[in-house]
C-alpha cells in the first residue's frame, strides 16, 4: 500500500493561489491514480480533481473548473493541486487518495489509501 502526505496548507487571500502537494511513497506511484477531496465543516467529503497514473487525464468538479490544476511528476512520487482564484468556499480540508491500477474516479469509493489533509483557509 502507499503512503501518503499531504502539504501547501494554510491561510490565503480570496483571489490568492496556493498550490498543494501530495507525497507518495511505499510502492511504485505510476500505478496509481490519484484524486483530491475536500472537506469543510459540517459538510460531505467531495470530489475536487483526479488524474490518471501517467497524467494524460483529468478530472475537475465543476467549482473549480478553470481555477485548479491537477499534475503529477512520477519521478517525485508528487502530485500537485495548483489552487488559483481562490475563494472563501475552497476553505476545507484537502485530501490527497490513490487508487492501485484503477481510474481517476470522482467518487471516494476507488480509492484505498488517504492522506491524513491539509487544512486551506481562504479569507474574504
Known amino acids: 500500500q502507499v503512503q501518503l502526505i499531504e502539504s501547501g496548507g494554510g491561510l490565503v487571500q480570496a483571489g490568492g493561489s496556493q498550490r498543494l502537494s501530495c507525497a507518495a511513497s511505499g510502492r511504485t506511484f505510476s500505478d496509481y491514480a490519484v484524486g483530491w477531496f475536500r472537506q469543510a465543516p459540517g459538510k460531505e467529503r467531495e470530489f475536487v480533481a483526479a488524474?490518471?497514473?501517467?497524467?494524460?487525464?483529468?478530472s475537475y468538479a465543476d467549482s473549480v473548473k478553470g481555477r485548479f490544476t491537477i499534475s503529477r511528476d512520477n519521478a517525485k512520487n508528487t502530485v500537485y493541486l495548483q489552487m488559483n482564484s481562490l475563494k472563501p468556499e475552497d476553505t476545507a480540508v484537502y485530501y490527497c487518495a490513490a487508487n492501485l491500477l484503477g481510474r481517476a474516479a470522482t467518487t471516494p469509493t476507488p480509492y484505498d489509501s488517504w492522506g491524513q489533509g491539509t487544512q486551506v483557509t481562504v479569507s474574504s
Open positions: 488524474i490518471s497514473m501517467r497524467g494524460s487525464i483529468t
